[in-house]
């Protein structure tokens, strides 16, 4: 045959590689350890409460600690950031990814040179990080979500899907279980319209809310699994006459969000705290550095405060449930 | 006295166009400005406009020093200038045309649309023209741009009117509508200055003149004292006949056939042909449309239909290249705009046209491009100072050398040269003739364009006179004077 | 020409005190094997696609959809790939469709007479649009590392990335086109003075052409080269790109109203703009610094020159 | 010169004279009128009053945008630094002068007009080419922004309500932000139509060197139009402050060329002379409302961006055809009337 290069006979020739070697669970913790945190962009302020937990951890841990990163969610613009942290030698990568196979190649070769890279909020691909930190385990935020949107309709009616960029890999596994969650027969009065993107961009976010409404006249509900998304929707209904006709939910900051939570244009949203998430990525690197794990399903390690963690499958490690945010609990929180 | 200029210069790089001129402009009389091609003519002009400031010398108003920094200031003193070359606005209307930088407004400062279409309409009617006020200005002929730009100086009441050869595109009757109003502007108390290379309208029209030449001053007094023969003679500064040294050629066989060639709305069904040795001249009033046909014969415009054969064979309509391949060269009118790319060195410019038979596998073997430079420069008596200076900085007579180096090292069968001297000093202009008479008598077809009857009378074995697009005459050496050429080009008997 | 001169030495100056003030401030990291080598990966495609602009832009015109032509041929490497062809068929064919895509900007400009500016700021959403439609939002990632090492390895034995051979070879070809042959003397007086260039026989119509044609092809190279050393094939790769390579160009000391300029003017801009990145980021400073940093030195590059023409001028 | 002359121009006259312009906004008119009415076929809540609001409100920054522009590309230059002044000026005041709605506006028309100023005086006294200066100046004023927010994010939380209704309040149901552009727009329109400095910034883009001799003072007319440009930039980024409630340092990045395409599309000669700013917003409404339209009709956003940019190749050839045929047209006539 004519051969060639094919999708189906390249098989899984991705190069890299990775060095195995075995956890010292009892090892002391590194100290003086170069961190580097690098979000999918530098604005975002959902990120910025999350530097502040990793940073919190660092100093606590006795490490140094850096914040670097683009003005743009790009799924290119992580690349060379990274690749800057492997040249100044930093031991420690703390990576929110912005597209998962466009950083693999770089953390592969950074991880070659010794460095640890522990992605939270959004993963890279599995075979080119040591850890994944998980905000909450991809079944419970969809169950949870599809439960709150349901609750604020009444049970039926339309429901759309307003989502961050179309390749963000949390989005899309939440998705996916929220579909499945629908086609229970508790949710057979709810119906999925349309999925939307917003590319965590808030003007986009905002007339894309503005599209899914005219275009689906009967929709009663939106979902928006973004901090960015679920706050632009929000003010986009405050704005417009179907404020109060339209339920919205999804993830969202208890600062972004009071406002519509107290004027009653949004019901309840969720979030873990993003904080905890940082101080989790720290506590998981520096264990990891220190040889106190490896990434193995199964190791266990102290993460402060936070209590002690075990690495579950495909190296994942999961910070807990997410909190529920209403017009009644949302003044405690600060974030 | 309304507006003097007293010892006046203005260089450009090297060239001098203005060498301690002075003029004085009187209130209700008329005064020429006279001088060959080149003489510095616009450039005073320009000074007294405000649009170039003298390097020394000065401007005086109603006696007293004064100084233009912009044409603005030159508006405000009252001094209203037909340009040479039109300067309207194509996007606009002709109405806003004229009443540019003055519109009529009402209260607020809002303009009046209608007061604005009156006015235009008003003076059109003074000047007897019948032009839409409300058209673009874009897309009228040479003539009615020039009658716009007319109306637009009238207008302006101003003080002083300054007309750099407003007539050359009018015809007969226009003019004498022009000098109508132009004698009942003076009555009211105008000063006015005058440029034409028509001797005659100067007469009728001036009581005074100035006469320049290459940029000096050369006489100023008042025009009864002398004759037009004594005029010219002043402006050539010698004996016409000395000037065209036509060598005799005899004609060979044709080399370059035009047949019923034609772009609609511009020329209509030109035919002529050129032999080897023969200079045939193409002449007419400015815009009858003589450098349009040589532009479609070179192929840079396409025509619509007609054909153009070079040694009987056809070529391809609408290709300067196949024009070049045939042995067709072409020096352009506009030698800053067409001919030349002013900020490439000599060298480059020579070669532009040679790019082809100096490079080998597409690569330019730079030391032929110089040679082929220095070459020709040196048969030219070409004066400059580096190969590599940029053609911007030559006189206007050495710039033209490049863009005749440039053709001529193509060893071309057929030349074509629009106003070939066009703001050359006498000298060069001398020289330039006798170039094109020794190739003419190497066997050189010549096809030339020239506004300036002394020329095309000197030069040319036949003359073919174009009006409004259409060739209108054929008058052998022999039997071609001014006065036949001017009837034929005009349509109308010259006074 | 001596201005230019003038203005590539400043350039010039300017990237040795990157370089030094880059080690000094980095701790010598600027100046590593490894640290020029992602120098060479991050400035690659900007520097493949400021090539044929140089030569676009000396002519006078302008190409605004380079970055989206780089956005369309990734997006088809993406698809393509999915629907099983293989790589080796794949890329040719996005070439193609590269210079398709350019041919097709020189066809508007030159047949119909449309102002370039105009026309690729059009093409430049059309392409990107199409690279929409073509791939929509997926992202395609499983490219055999035999290929993708290109984009994110260097030459074994060296620090040299592969693309820099590719832009090298290509600087010597533009090079030496614009500089060395009949070609680039058309190009240089068809930019500085398209009249005069037709009244001299030159076809400046086919020249244009073959420009946006080049610039078309070398863009999607890009695309190329962007695909694989990000091992992802998106539609929005590239977004925003042909402002940087624009800015790069000019600041090359290529004038924006065309006839002047030189490839290798345009290549130290390159490599200042991509130094200054590297040395920036390798130093932490926010990427504020380099943003402000680029419109002030793409400001000096326009008021150098007239500023010391007026004071040539002035005291002449 | 003869009789027949006469007899023959009133009909010429109907077909040369004006009306161009007008056409060219008919066109969009038209264009406008069947994106609309095919989208509320299928979809009747497009031109439901909620439907009809957004349009306007999606239209209205582009579309003030475009006033400044139109000026801009109308003196033959282009102002490239639209969006970066407006992300500034958005950041600015919604960062620091949020608390006084009228404040802001005059802060930011002021932060607006300092930056218009800026490449005003580069291109009108420096004589450089704007293109260059404006790509200058996207850049290090987008570097200012960057260096000003320093990473931080404005909420609707953080604004007061009285700065957001800015954005989302009216008057009798028409949002302040449709007064405002409305307003703006009639004010240029004026200014360009029948107010002698309107005029001669045709004039300038029209014949730049005529222009001179005219004795129109191009520098200060130049300038002045940045100075606008700028302006309503700042103004604009005021006014996306309260509509989004949401701005980082990123606000209104490649929103230039947006602009400047709808610039073209509404019929604004791109090399100076000709259109006007009514054209050019109404161009600004077309585009975004086919992007609606689209959103509506269940056209995947993917074909949006392709859409547009083939609408505004079509804008520009239709444009050139239009010129060559009046062009051609002119032509023989006036040499068809006098031989
Ligand atoms: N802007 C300029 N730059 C350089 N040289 C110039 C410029 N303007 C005029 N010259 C030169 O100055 C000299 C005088 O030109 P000018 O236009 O005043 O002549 P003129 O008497 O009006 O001739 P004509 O009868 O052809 O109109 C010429 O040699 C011309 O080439
Ligand atoms: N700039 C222009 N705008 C409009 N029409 C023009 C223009 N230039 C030339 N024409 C048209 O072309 C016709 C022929 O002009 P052309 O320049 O060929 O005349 P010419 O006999 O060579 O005179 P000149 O001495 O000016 O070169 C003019 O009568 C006019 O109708
Ligand atoms: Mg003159
Ligand atoms: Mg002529």
Known sequence: ACGGTTKNNSGGDTGGGQTQT?????????????????????????FTVAQGGAQKAAQALGEQFKATGPSDADASSQVTYINTASQQGQNILLLAANDSNAVAPALKSARQQGMKVVTFDSDAAADSRDVFINQATAQSIAQSQVKLISDAIGGAGEIAILSA?????????????????????QYANLKLDEIAYGNDDDQTSFQKTQGLLQAHPNLKGIISPTTVGVAAAARYLDSSSYKGKVALTGLGTPNQMRKFLQDGTVGSVELWDPAQLGELATYAAVALASGQITGKQGEKFKAGELGEYTIGANGEVVLGDPVTFTKDNVDKYNF | MVIALAEVSKSFGAVRALREVSLTLTAGRAHALLGENGAGKSTLIKVLAGVHRPDSGQLLLDGAPARFASPADAKAAGVAVIYQEPTLFGDLSVAENVAMGRHPTRRGGMIDVAAMREQAEELFARLGVDIDPRRPARGLSIADQQLVEIAKALGSDARVIIMDEPTAALSGTEVRRLFGVVGALREHGAAVLFVSHRIDEVFELCQEATVL??????????????????????????DLDALFPKQEVAAGETVLSVRRLTREGVFTDVSFDVKAGEILALAGLVGAGRSEIARAVFGVDKPDGGQVLVRGKRIRAGSPGAAMSAGIGFVPEDRRQQGLVLDASIERNAALASLNRLSRLGFVRSRDERSLARDWAVKLQLKFAHLTDPVAVLSGGNQQKVVLAKWLSRRPAVLIVDEPTRGIDVGTKAEVHRLLSELAAQGVAILMISSELPEVLGMADRVLVVREGRTVAELARAEADEERIVLAATGVAVA | MKRLLRWESA??????????????????????????????????????????????????????????????????????????WPLEAILPFVLVVGALCGAFNGFLVTKLGLPSLAVTIGTLALYRGLALVVLGDQAVADFPYSYTQFGTAPIPGTWIPYPMVLFVLLAVVFGLLLHATAFGRAVFAIGANEEAARFSGIRVKRTKLILFTLTGAVSSLAGVVYTLRFVSARADNGTGLELAVVAAVLLGGVSIFGGRGTIFGVILAVLVLGG??????????????LTLVTGILLLASVLAPAVTKRLTRGTS | MSGTQDLALPERRRRAGGGMTAVRELGILIALAVVVG??????????????????????????????????????????LSVGSVLGFSAFLTGDTFSVDPALAIVVGIGVGALCGLLNGALVAAGKVPSLVVTLGTLYVIRGLDYAWAQGRQINAANLPDGFLALGSAGVLGVPYLVII??????????????????????????????????????????????????????????LWAARYGTVDATAGTGLELQVVSAVVVGGVAIFGGSGTVVGAALGALLLTTIGSALEVLHITAFWQQAITGALLLAAIALDRAVALRQAAALRRQSRGVSA
């Not at chain 1, 010292?24 to 959902?46: E, G």
């Not at chain 4, 031109?47 to 522009?69: E, K, M």
């Open chain 1, 22 to 46: 075995t956890a010292n669970p009892n090892a002391t913790s590194a100290k003086d350890l170069k961190i580097t945190f690098l979000p999918k962009q530098v604005n975002n302020p959902y």
């Open chain 1, 165 to 185: 960029t179309a390749n963000a890999t949390n989005q899309n596994a939440w998705i996916a279980i929220m579909k499945q969650e629908l086609a229970k027969p």
């Open chain 2, 213 to 238: 030449r290459d940029g000096g001053f050369v006489w100023s007094g008042p025009l009864h004292e002398q004759t037009p023969d004594s005029v010219v003679r002043l402006m050539v500064g010698r």
């Open chain 3, 11 to 84: 350039l010039f100056v300017l990237l040795v005190l990157i370089a030094v003030i880059g080690s000094a401030a980095t701790g010598g990291l600027f100046l590593t094997g490894n640290s020029l080598f992602h120098l060479g990966l991050d400035v690659g495609e900007i520097a493949l696609i400021a090539l044929p602009l140089t030569l676009v832009i000396v002519a006078a015109e302008i190409d605004l959809s380079v970055a989206s032509v780089l956005g369309l041929s990734s997006a088809l490497i993406g698809t393509l790939w999915n629907a099983g």
């Open chain 3, 276 to 289: 200054l990145r590297t040395a920036l980021i390798l130093g932490d400073t926010s990427t504020e610094v």
């Open chain 4, 38 to 79: 095919v989208t509320a076929l299928v979809n009747p809540l497009f031109l439901s009053g909620q439907g009809i609001r957004d349009l306007l409100l999606n239209a209205c920054l582009v579309a003030l945008l475009t006033v400044g522009q139109t000026m801009v590309v109308i003196t033959r230059n282009v102002d």
């Open chain 4, 181 to 238: 552009t409305v307003i703006v727009l009639a004010v240029a329109a004026l200014h360009l139509s029948s107010y002698r400095s309107g005029r001669e910034l045709y004039a300038i883009g029209s014949n730049p060197e005529a222009a001179v001799l005219v004795g129109i003072p191009v520098g200060r007319r130049v300038f002045t139009a940045f100075l606008v440009s700028g302006a309503v930039a700042g103004l604009a980024g005021v």
